[in-house]
């Protein structure tokens, strides 16, 4: 008798362990899954088109040669930014070069060509020891202050191009400029049958041929629509059904909704209509579960 004692007493913290690991167990399988959650807020998204263009300098200025001369000394080069007044090239006639040793006429027939106006060297036509004759184009830039952006408009798309209406243009690097639509160009090109349009933005010096993406609004009267994350809208692979993850009661519930319009951040709810002290999980919701239990770690 005594030595069954002794036996139950070994194995009483043996069976005590399994009953631990076995309600560990059923713990982990009631998993708690840690979420973040936001709200539905009112707002609309605007549908833009999208289209391209390319930068170009309106106003040009051909340098040209007062006389017939030798370049002696060239001071720019292409892409030189030139302000007014500075000098560009320094120039000397035969006859300079002839009377140059007499002191009387040293300076006959020397000129130093200056900019008329600032801009920017965008071609150069001399280098230093060319002979140009009278007249003869030297360089040419552009005035930085005539930069636009020709917008290429398909003709079924000139109804959303507004005389002085807002646009977007996205340069190549995704710095996005807001931009004014002007005048349209009489001249529509021969293959894709597109007419230009010009924009306006300020900005920053940009090389002349430069390609960008130029967002115009659909001026479509939009109507206010429930707005929420994109990050909080869930959807089966073939993207055909959505919907969202509510939380009650420390539960994640599956709402499926009909979604709108969206952009990269946001996403408009058509239907069903959501309260705005309806808590939806934001992140942690990708293979949630109906009914899932969660923990809801901030408030977005």
């Not at 007499?102 to 020397?110: E, F, P, R, W």
């Not at 008329?116 to 150069?124: C, E, R, W, Y």
């Not at 001399?126 to 003709?155: K, R, W």
Request: proline fraction near 4%; glycine fraction near 6%; aromatic fraction near 6%.
């Amino acid at each position: 008798m005594s030595k069954r004692i002794v036996i139950i007493l070994m194995l009483l913290p043996f069976l005590s362990g399994c009953k631990r690991t076995a309600t560990d167990e059923g713990d982990n399988k009631k998993g708690v899954t840690e979420v973040t959650v936001t709200t539905v807020y009112s707002g609309y998204i605007q549908d833009n088109i999208e289209l391209t263009g390319t930068t170009s300098y309106q106003k040009k200025v051909l340098v040209s040669a007062p006389i017939s001369a030798f370049v002696t000394n060239t001071y720019v080069k292409i892409g030189s930014r030139i302000r007014t007044g500075q000098k560009l090239f320094e120039i000397e006639s035969k006859e300079h070069q002839a009377l140059a040793k007499m002191d009387t006429y040293s300076k006959l027939g020397k000129i130093i060509v200056r900019a008329q106006h600032p801009g920017v060297i965008t071609s150069m036509e001399v280098q230093t020891g060319s002979y140009m004759m009278e007249g003869a184009v030297l360089c040419t830039f552009a005035d930085v202050s005539s930069l636009v952006f020709h917008i290429n408009v398909p003709y079924e798309d000139h109804r959303y191009m507004i005389p002085n209406g807002r646009c977007v243009i996205v340069l190549p690097d995704n710095t996005r400029l807001n931009a004014r639509i002007g005048s349209s160009l009489l001249s529509a090109e021969d293959m894709s049958q597109v007419q230009p349009y010009i924009a306006k933005a300020q900005t920053k010096l940009l090389p002349e041929g430069m390609n960008v993406k130029v967002l115009i609004p659909k001026r479509n009267n939009a109507k206010c629509r429930q707005i929420i994350p994109k990050s909080a809208l869930q959807s089966d692979e073939t993207m055909q059904r959505f919907w969202i993850m509510k939380v009650a009661r420390n539960k994640a519930i599956k709402v499926p909704v009909t979604i709108g319009r969206s952009n990269q951040s946001e996403v408009e709810i058509v239907s069903p209509r959501i309260s705005t002290s309806d808590v939806i999980v934001n992140n942690g919701a990708y293979a949630l579960p109906d009914q899932a239990s969660v923990k809801i770690v901030n408030k977005q």
